[in-house]
């Protein structure tokens, strides 16, 4: 497989979430199609990750009032977005008679129809930019993956001998010490290994599914929780400082980053002309749900809330099974996460090597991938900042700053409204600014924190 080709299945972070026969590329092959009911349960279904669980501590650093009214624009804006992505594809699928365009593609022939003849005669590097950012997006997935594995399950391992059925009690945990954090993570590494060598999507299906209902089940009995027993907001700040806010934008754009589902979803559907009204009201479902879950774990737990609210459930046998159930669902992700990356550097490799070392190479490569995600998690072990890193590097870029620069370079020479531009710049500039300020915020916040201990976001729960 050349690498545009590979390409191809980039754009496709949730392939398994969207398809029952997952093997398939989705290039411009058709499917069966799906209804309207599935697509908006896949859209729904695909922003739910651990994003969601760190949204309570990205209000904290917003603000209790800033904090929500930010998610709401953030989510307004993002939806934008992609319907911005979606009308390109659609434009150019008419122009070009094809019957799918993904993301790649779609940011390729927008450079070509832009009036500039320098990047007409660039355009191919609008497909590598979005290649490089898929790749760091989903590595960095993959990072935050690890550490919020090894925070969850020392919390469990140290607060086992002080486990109870009582749900209700307030009295403090006094968690017994164990082995340091980066221990846990490295503990992780052979079981990610023997994941990451499963090359067959279709099997990959089954553990999509497993991480689905894992990751459901645990996210209802963690909202029922924080539901309770909310103390008076009037302590909280309405808006936080400024310094904290950029730390705010890192980790709600890391939730929201889901573009690159939105064609391929689109391609599935049995009657696409749908398919703007479901991405509507699937963000807004997701929009609604960020807001609230992160809202009420702010409400709940105040200044004391964790970088993942998971780590602020009480010690009792209920709430630590949802933390091992959160585990195994981040466990089996991983390996979906690390499939995106995968197809776009492995069959890149192998076509320079000969047919006999095609095999040693590409197994070769995985090993050093996944040593690499969880060598980046050992260094950077504090996921609020991984986070927070990973969502202003890469997903501002592919959500926020490269959809309105296509809508301009695509429909430019058919002529724009003034308003339109600035709109476009405006949306593209905020991006950039999030990208610059949000990166330099979570880098000097990780440096400040080289002489205090690493591992505090995975400390106690002392209620």
Same mark, same amino acid.
């Given at each position: ?367 050093? /991938?996944?040593? %690499? $995600?969880?060598?980046?998690?050992? &260094? +950077?072990?504090? #996921?609020?900042? =991984?986070?927070?890193? *990973? @969502? ?23 002529? /724009?409204?003034? %308003? $339109?531009?600035?709109?476009?710049? &405006? +949306?593209?500039? #905020?991006?950039? =600014?999030?990208?610059? *300020? @949000? ?25």
């Amino acid at each position: 497989m050349s690498p545009p080709e590979s390409a191809k299945k980039l754009e496709n972070k949730d392939s398994t979430f969207l398809d029952e026969s997952p093997s398939e590329s989705p290039g411009l092959k058709k499917t069966k199609g799906i209804t309207v009911i599935q697509a908006l349960i896949h859209l729904v279904k695909g922003n739910m990750g651990t994003g969601i669980l760190g949204l309570s501590l990205a209000v904290k650093n917003a603000g209790i009032l800033m904090g929500p009214l930010s998610l709401l624009v953030m989510g307004l804006i993002a939806c934008h977005c992609m319907h911005i992505l979606v009308r390109c594809a659609q434009r150019f699928c008419k122009r070009l008679n094809k019957p799918f365009m993904d993301y790649g593609d779609t940011v390729m022939h927008g450079l070509e129809a832009s009036p500039s003849a320098w990047l007409q005669n660039h355009a191919h590097w609008g497909r590598h930019i979005v290649s490089f950012f898929l790749i760091v997006t989903q590595l960095g997935f993959c990072c935050v993956y690890i550490v919020f594995l090894a925070d969850n399950l020392k919390q469990v391992v140290e607060a086992v001998n002080s486990t109870t059925n009582n749900c209700h009690s307030n009295e403090t945990v006094m968690l017994t010490p164990t082995m340091d954090s980066r221990l846990y993570m490295l503990s992780f590494l052979p079981f990610l290994v023997l994941l990451v060598l499963i090359r067959n999507l279709r099997i990959l299906t089954i553990f999509s599914m497993l991480a689905n209902i894992s990751m459901l089940v645990s996210l209802v009995i963690i909202t029922q929780y924080i539901a309770q027993e909310i103390p008076d907001p009037s302590r909280l700040p309405l808006v936080a400082s400024w310094k904290t806010y950029p730390l705010f934008f890192g980790t709600a754009i890391f939730s929201f980053e889901s573009i690159g589902v939105v064609l391929p979803l689109e391609n599935k559907m049995k009657n696409a002309r749908h398919f703007p009204a479901i991405l509507s009201l699937g963000m807004s479902i997701v929009t609604s749900l960020y807001i609230s879950i992160g809202t009420l774990g702010y409400l709940r737990f105040g200044d004391d809330i964790k970088a993942s609210i998971s780590l602020n459930l009480p010690n009792c046998w209920l709430y630590q099974s949802v933390k091992l159930l959160y585990i195994a669902g981040i466990l089996c992700t991983y390996a979906l996460q690390f499939y995106v990356p995968a197809e776009i550097i492995i069959p890149f490799a192998i076509s320079r090597v000969s047919t006999r070392w095609a095999l040693p190479l590409d197994l070769s490569i995985r090993l050093a /991938m996944v040593c %690499l $995600t969880c060598l980046l998690a050992v &260094l +950077i072990p504090r #996921l609020d900042l =991984v986070i927070s890193l *990973v @969502g202003s590097v890469s997903s501002s870029a592919l959500a926020l700053i490269i959809p309105p620069l296509l809508e301009v370079s695509t429909f430019y020479s058919e002529g /724009m409204s003034p %308003l $339109t531009i600035f709109k476009d710049a &405006l +949306i593209s500039i #905020l991006g950039f =600014v999030g990208f610059v *300020v @949000g990166t330099y915020q979570a880098l000097d916040e990780l440096l400040k924190s080289g002489d205090s201990p690493l591992f505090s976001n995975s400390t106690t729960f002392l209620r």
